[in-house]
């Protein structure tokens, strides 16, 4: 506290030392002043620093500070009077001179400090060089005596400071008072600027100390200040209003009894005193008085008291209770902050979540539609803006690169029996590099995500919420990277919904169009383009060769956590798990990703594979039902989700681009490979992140298994041959509650189809599955082990009666009962040792969770119930090994396992690529079993303490209430299987089909087809199309070319309108010929205004093929894989890409067809079969969709048509 001269009556006098000392007894404890011992541990041997000395075995403090420890060193960190300036800081300042292009400021520091006239904004405002005139009129921008906020932009050789006002909110200050208070009373924060908006005052807490309290300026009136000026007349001045006068003497006043007291200032204290002056009717020039002080002190410490009355029970209750909460917290996201809050430096979500709007609000965006050229244009405005307003030392670079036709030829995953074409795409690119460090051009972060969505949604999270966190991040990047020694590309690029051929273009093009667009006219124009001027160069792109390192954003649902779900190298894993705040990273997931479970792939396959580039994916999981529908939308974006992975990325790039050893590891990491640095990732509850390397892993597993083998070795040997028959049978109890727990829940799965309205029942209300599936699966888990309990029981007894035939009948009774308890839990040791030997076998990276399960149950139960000699008779379990067994297991794992079943949930909605190709209740099997394998491995050790006691019948019953609750909720369809925002996959396709034209058919035939990638039929959707005249069945199957409809609704009615036979595409035959014994022909394939087609060539007659594009070789011989006899080519591109193209093929030797003379007429097998996709809605498709019921939604996917298809092919006999 400050001394305070105040004239105080007794009373007051009192009051205020009480509150005084109130104060300091709830001050931090590392707070001393002179003399005040510190307290120390004799036995460490501290180190004694400055500020400290030795006084009668005592360490003392010979200076008012705080202390600090740094291993054994204790010194004393004084509090400062003066102010010690940083980089960054927001202070102010008043001028005591005018000198040769600057002005000297005095900032209440030990060297006055200097801002340069080059180093401020021009009244102007024109960005130019300063000229003789700029200097001659500096007095007219600032005089001696203004006062002037500005940032610290560097120390100058002499040690005085250099300071910068660039910024609009910077510059002169007007209208207000300046306050002076010591500097240490103002803590540097986000934020130094605050808009009083209950005054209209402006208040700037200087971190040098000065204040300024001043009535409220526009962002951008000091700018013109000096531009509206001489247009003042001298009759009409301008003037600050009576009653905000009095607000800025209020806040002053308040400001300056804290700062007489002693408290730190933050906007918050100063509005709370002003407005308890108010409360308290304390008029102005009354609150610099005596009475207003002691109030004063009284209220602080009476508010810093209260939370310390509580601290003693917090504490009791903290710990046990942390986990359990934190538990039921592991889906918390962070508070979104807006632009003021995050700074200039920070991530907002909300600036985040203005590019989504916009992009959201353009409806689906395509590659090749008119709204994907203005979500491009977005992205490319909003990036120039971000290229204006970067610090003054980072050099920011955008460019708009088109790529010139390509082919993406990858034979692995879902890429296998493919060729993917693209053409005409666009890509922003904004590179941001440090300006005076050349070398880190040569050395580039690539952060990647893609602007274009499928033609069935407006693509809110997939992924126009990457796209706006990648904008945030790169407007806060640019304001760090002078501090870089690596640059950041962040691409914004399009096609990846179509194979991923954005980011593949980006790597492999040799050449490609960098478009310079400028709203400036002293560029030749070669086109125009809304306003815009527009021209292009045609070079190589350099920047994809100092690529060192990939980020991919996606999302493969809406919102949620972005989870870290495929990371290459251990030190790159290790470097995010240092910096990032809300870490959330499962090792689980790639391996369920790589394993092909999941039909889907993201760029940072691209990267990985076609790049050789380390790096790091991450993607959003919840509510993946929503994954490429209508409902992926904006109102389904949880607050907090883009603060999350924001935050996250923000913290790792300027860790990762200021570190000279990250790009060290990088540049090495693409020579050597991934391989030899694979690490085992997992975070814990979303706090802490657990990255070590696979190697060690391998070691720790193969350790941990040869001890368990031992153990188990050595058990069964001291046991002799009862002891083996015991363990045989507890192996057995496993393998029975296994059968008996999937059997169960795999009947009522095949069940439900027939008993509801739906197959899937429960994917609108996910937490169904709990009591249609858990609850059976959980029963038969009981039963199967029970079976075996009594097994052992039986064993048991036989054994005992031999070995100790004098124990009464009651005595023998428990003593089995007891020992068979104990059997049964050590059977779960069992059950996650086989796992463990397996998933290390196979190299899962996710074996870690068999470990927790193994260990920790295993020490618990050493710990807490093992018998060193067999002698002894078996106790029963105690709780607090069941506990101390399940922490570690159930805290590292159930955030995973709710993840898991979500994401299986979801994902049943599409599950059927060929609609009606899988039984109905394929998708209940799934998740009954997944379920069912979850619960018979995680309620191992719980389930051993239910057979002795008395619950048993009491769990039957409770499962069964509850299984009967669900089936109830789900049959009577109190609880729908769909809603408008978790809708069913149907889609309506206009479907022109000319493949029976061959077959003597003179005329296309055209109809609207229905079909769904969810099991089940149409029944209820037909409800309100019956005057369409739709027909159900599967009598006839339409082969779409990259999938067939082997279920589905067709009409004929009403289809004749919406497409003319102009655009029918054409397969026609250009050669055939026959030379050294294979036959080689020439197809020409014309799309029409079709950019969209796939194309499927019949491997079994053909051998291999070549693509040509006006005479250039797209896709050459060689290497071309099939799947079920065919190979297809999917093409997309932009408006502008070719339509006309020459296929070759080679056929094969072994065909009957190779020799045109063998063919014979009666053969109709198809050669070729194309389909070419027309993004228009044909009358009768529009009028089904409106009829539609909202539970029902279009899927898209890069193999799904458009809402118009034509359909052709060529016979094998041509």
């Known amino acids: 506290m400050r001394d305070l001269q105040l004239s105080l009556n007794q009373t007051q006098r009192v009051r205020l030392e009480a509150a005084l000392h109130e104060l300091q007894t709830v001050a931090p404890a590392a707070a001393v002043t002179v003399a005040d011992t510190i307290p120390v541990n004799d036995e460490d041997n501290i180190l004694k620093g400055h500020g400290t000395s030795d006084q009668d075995g005592e360490v003392v403090a010979t200076l008012c500070g705080v202390v600090e420890r740094v291993n054994k060193l204790v010194y004393v960190r004084t509090l400062r009077a003066r102010y010690k300036p940083e980089v960054g800081d927001i202070i102010v300042g008043r001028v005591i001179e005018i000198a040769p292009k600057r002005w000297r400021l ?146 002053a006043n308040a400001v300056r009894v804290l700062s007489a007291l002693g408290f730190t200032l933050t906007v918050e204290l100063i509005i709370e005193t002003a407005e308890a002056s108010v409360s308290s009717n304390v008029e102005i020039n009354n609150m610099l008085g005596a009475e207003f002080y002691v109030q004063t002190a009284e209220r602080e410490a009476q508010l810093l008291q209260q939370p310390q009355r509580k601290t003693h029970i917090v504490l009791l209750l903290e710990q046990p209770c942390s986990e359990i909460l934190n538990l039921g917290k592991f889906a918390n996201l962070p508070l979104p902050l807006d632009a003021e809050q995050a700074g200039k430096r920070g991530f907002s979500e909300a600036s985040a979540l203005e590019h989504v709007k916009y992009l959201a609000a353009l409806g689906p965006h395509p590659v090749g539609s008119d709204s994907i050229d203005l979500a491009v244009q977005y992205v490319y405005a909003v990036a120039d803006k971000i290229k204006k307003t970067a610090h003054w030392d980072v050099d920011v670079q955008l460019e708009l690169f088109h790529t010139d036709i390509g082919a993406n030829r990858m034979a ?65 990047v640019a304001q760090w990277a002078h501090g870089f020694k690596s640059g950041v590309l962040f691409l914004f690029n399009t096609g990846e919904e179509e194979g991923l051929d954005g980011a593949h273009s980006f790597i492999t093009q040799e050449w490609g169009w960098v478009v310079y667009i400028s709203t400036s006219f002293e560029y030749p124009v070669l086109h125009g383009n809304g306003g815009l001027v527009v021209f292009t160069v045609q070079h190589r792109h350099r920047w994809r060769n100092s690529v060192r390192f990939a980020i991919d954003l996606e999302a493969m649902g809406i919102s949620g956590k972005s989870t870290l779900f495929q990371g290459t190298d251990h030190w790159a894993l290790e470097s995010f798990a240092s910096v990032a705040k809300y870490p959330s990273a499962q090792i689980a997931s790639q391996d369920v990703f790589q394993s092909g479970a999941i039909k889907s792939a993201t760029d940072f396959q691209i990267y990985q594979e076609v790049g050789g580039l380390p790096g790091l994916d991450f993607a959003y999981t919840d509510r993946t039902s929503v994954y490429h529908t209508k409902n992926d939308k904006m109102k389904h974006l949880k607050p907090g989700s883009l603060q999350h992975i924001g935050e996250n990325m923000l913290a790792f790039l300027l860790h990762a681009a200021a570190s000279p050893k990250f790009m060290k590891d990088a540049i090495q990491a693409k020579k050597e490979g991934a391989e030899k640095t694979k690490a085992v990732f997992f975070d814990i509850l979303g706090k802490y992140m657990v990255v070590y390397p696979q190697r060690l892993a391998t070691m720790f597993h193969n350790s941990i298994i040869f001890q368990s083998l031992l153990i188990w070795g050595t058990s069964l040997l001291m046991g002799g041959r009862p002891g083996l028959v015991s363990f045989g049978i507890s192996c057995l109890g496993i393998v029975l509650m296994l059968i008996s727990s999937v059997i169960l829940s795999v009947v009522v799965a095949i069940a439900l189809p027939h008993i509801c309205s739906f197959p899937v029942t429960f994917v609108a209300h996910p937490w169904l599955v709990v009591g249609l599936f858990g609850s059976p699966a959980l029963l038969g888990a009981f039963i199967g082990q029970h079976i075996g309990f009594i097994i052992l029981k039986r064993h048991l007894k036989h054994v005992y009666s031999i070995t100790k035939p004098g124990l009464a009948h009651n005595m023998l009774e428990h003593i089995v009962n007891l020992e068979a308890e104990r059997w049964i839990f050590k059977s779960g040791f069992v059950q996650w040792l086989i796992v463990l030997i397996l998933g290390t076998y196979l190299k899962v990276g996710s074996s870690y969770i068999a470990l927790i399960w193994l260990v920790s149950p295993a020490f618990a139960y050493g710990l807490m119930e093992a018998t060193l000699s067999p002698a002894r008779s078996p106790k029963q379990l105690k709780v607090i090994t069941l506990v101390l067994a399940l922490a570690a297991p159930v805290v590292s794992s159930a955030g995973l396992v709710i993840r898991m079943v979500d994401v299986i949930i979801g994902s049943i909605v599409r599950i059927d690529r060929n609609p009606g190709g899988l039984p109905d209740w394929l998708g209940n099997v799934v998740v009954s079993v997944a379920i069912a394998i979850v619960i018979c491995f995680t309620f191992v050790y719980l389930l051993s303490y239910v057979h002795i006691s008395g619950a048993k019948r009491t769990l039957g019953f409770l499962l069964c209430i509850f299984f009967g609750l669900a089936l109830a909720l789900v049959s009577s369809g109190i609880l729908p299987a769909f809603t408008e925002d978790i809708a069913r996959s149907v889609n309506v396709v206009h479907v022109v089909d000319t493949t029976t034209v ?57 289809t004749n309108t919406g497409w003319s036979k102009s655009e029918v595409p054409v397969l026609s035959l250009k050669s055939d010929s026959v030379t050294d014994d294979a036959r080689q022909t020439i197809i020409s394939v014309d799309t029409k205004s079709s950019t969209r087609w796939s194309l499927a060539i019949n491997k079994q007659e053909i051998d291999d093929f070549a693509v040509h594009v006006d005479s250039e070789n797209l896709v050459p011989l060689g290497n071309k894989s099939e799947i079920d006899g065919w190979h297809t080519i999917q093409f997309a591109g932009g408006k502008d890409s070719p339509t006309k193209f020459q296929l070759t093929l080679f056929w094969a030797s072994n065909s009957k067809d190779a020799f045109p003379k063998q063919v014979e007429s009666e053969d109709h097998s198809f050669l070729l079969k194309l389909r070419t996709d027309v993004n228009r809605v044909t009358p009768k498709v529009g009028r089904v969709l409106e009829k539609l019921p909202g539970w029902c939604a279009p899927f898209g996917k890069s193999t799904s048509p458009y809402t118009l298809a034509f359909l052709t092919a060529l016979p094998v006999n041509i």
């Open 998 to 1054: 061959n077959s003597g058919n003179t005329e296309p035939s055209s109809y609207v087809t229905l079909f769904s990638n969810t099991p089940g039929k149409l029944t209820k959707e037909l409800v309100d199309l019956r005057d369409e005249e739709f027909s159900c069945g599967r009598n006839r199957a339409i082969d779409f070319v990259t999938f067939t409809m082997k279920y589905g609704c067709l009409s004929y009615e009403g």
């Open 106 to 251: 005095e900032i209440n520091f030990s060297q006055d400090a200097v801002l340069m006239l080059s180093s401020m904004n021009l009244p102007d405002g024109i960005q130019r060089r300063r000229t003789a005139v700029d200097e001659l009129n500096m007095r007219t921008i600032f005089e001696e005596n203004d006062v002037i906020c500005a940032e610290v932009r560097g120390f100058q050789h002499d040690g005085s400071l250099h300071l910068q006002a660039r910024s609009q909110k910077y510059g002169k200050l007007e209208r207000g008072q300046l306050l002076v208070v010591p500097a240490y009373l103002v803590k540097r924060r986000k934020q130094h600027f605050h808009h009083l908006e209950q005054y209209d005052v402006d208040l700037i807490l200087g971190c040098n100390g000065f204040i300024w309290i001043g009535e409220h300026v526009v962002v951008g009136e000091n700018a013109n200040m000096m531009e509206d000026k001489p247009n003042l007349s001298a009759e009409v001045e301008n003037f600050t209003p009576l009653e905000t006068r009095k607000h800025i003497c209020r806040l």
């Open 412 to 476: 692995g995953g879902l890429f296998n029996g493919k060729t993917m074409l693209y053409s005409n795409l666009k890509h922003v690119i904004l590179r941001v590099v440090p300006k005076y460090l050349p070398e880190a051009e040569e050395n580039l972060i690539l952060v990647s995500s893609h602007i274009d969505t499928v033609s069935t949604t407006e693509g809110a999270g997939d992924c126009s919420s990457c796209v706006g966190v990648m904008l945030e991040l790169a407007r806060g």
